[in-house]
């Protein structure tokens, strides 16, 4: 990846959930330890995902706000849900869109789940239509 570098191409770090235990490493204490491994390495902005539950949004914001502080790099949250039932996974992103839009560390974002039979979160019914779910994603800003 080093070689693009010198592009306009973004080069982005290794995805990390929001487990945060540091030892063994994980979450963004293995990131922090890959960051200060690699330290002549470009890392443009870093890949952050994270599973909870609906009810929990001040925790989403909390790991966001917090991993941003630490990581000093713009956040690509390239995978998140809230488990629930699938009216609280509405109710969750109605909330959580809103404010990952307000935020200038948050550069992209990607709800996880986009698949009919998918366990975490179903975005489309049997015919691949936009459920209530796939709904308030596509619409809420």
């Known amino acids: ?11 982005v770090s290794p995805a990390v959930t929001n487990g945060n235990q540091s030892e063994p490493a994980i979450g963004i204490p293995w990131l922090q330890q890959f960051i200060g491994n690699c330290s002549s390495c470009q890392i443009d902005a870093v890949a952050l995902h994270w599973y909870d539950v609906t009810s929990n949004t001040a925790y989403f914001q909390t790991y966001l706000t917090e991993a941003y502080a630490i990581l000093k790099k713009p956040i690509w949250l390239t995978e998140f849900m809230g488990t629930g039932s699938a009216a609280d996974q509405v109710t969750f992103i109605k909330a959580v869109v809103p404010w990952l839009e307000e935020q200038t560390f948050i550069e992209r974002y990607a709800a996880f789940g986009d698949f009919a039979s998918n366990s975490v979160a ?5 015919s691949n239509n936009l459920n209530a779910l796939g709904t308030a994603y596509s619409t809420t800003t």
Do not use: C
Request: aromatic residues 6%; hydrophobic residues 45%.
């Open 1 to 11: 990846m080093e070689p693009l570098k010198s592009t306009t191409v973004k080069l």
């Open 122 to 126: 179903v975005f489309v019914d049997s």
